[in-house]
């Protein structure tokens, strides 16, 4: 790929991507009253971070098995503790034990 080629890709995805963005702020003029579009709007962002870090959880070890260990621990010490950096070393600990589990059977 050259460098006009490029900056032509580069300039179709920023213009797209501004009007993603822009269109929503220059077609809403009032504040929103419904309560549906409310509630529906404020769960946006966790769900579109659950839908990209979900799959990516069971596929980040290379074993599903883990990574399901793993992301099994998170979660549940996530329900307890709200502390990222604890649910970090919990879910790390306990694709570790697994892989040496594994390895030894």
């Given at each position: 790929?050259d460098?006009k080629?490029?900056l032509i890709?580069l300039?179709i995805?920023?213009g797209s991507?501004y009007?993603v963005?822009?269109?929503?702020?220059?077609l809403?003029?009032?504040?929103?009253k419904?309560?549906?579009?409310?509630?529906?709007l404020?769960y946006?962002p966790?769900?579109?971070?659950?839908a990209m870090?979900?799959?990516a959880?069971l596929?980040?070890?290379?074993?599903?098995?883990?990574?399901?260990?793993?992301?099994?621990?998170?979660i549940?010490?996530s329900?307890?503790?709200?502390?990222?950096t604890i649910?970090?070393?919990?879910?790390?600990?306990?694709?570790?034990?697994?892989?040496?589990?594994?390895?030894?059977l």
């Amino acid at each position: 790929m050259d460098t006009k080629e490029f900056l032509i890709y580069l300039l179709i995805m920023a213009g797209s991507t501004y009007l993603v963005r822009a269109i929503p702020f220059a077609l809403m003029r009032k504040k929103l009253k419904n309560r549906f579009a409310i509630s529906f709007l404020y769960y946006i962002p966790y769900t579109v971070l659950a839908a990209m870090t979900f799959p990516a959880a069971l596929y980040a070890t290379g074993n599903v098995l883990s990574a399901s260990v793993g992301l099994a621990a998170a979660i549940v010490v996530s329900l307890k503790s709200k502390s990222l950096t604890i649910v970090a070393v919990t879910a790390c600990v306990g694709v570790l034990l697994t892989e040496c589990i594994i390895a030894f059977l």
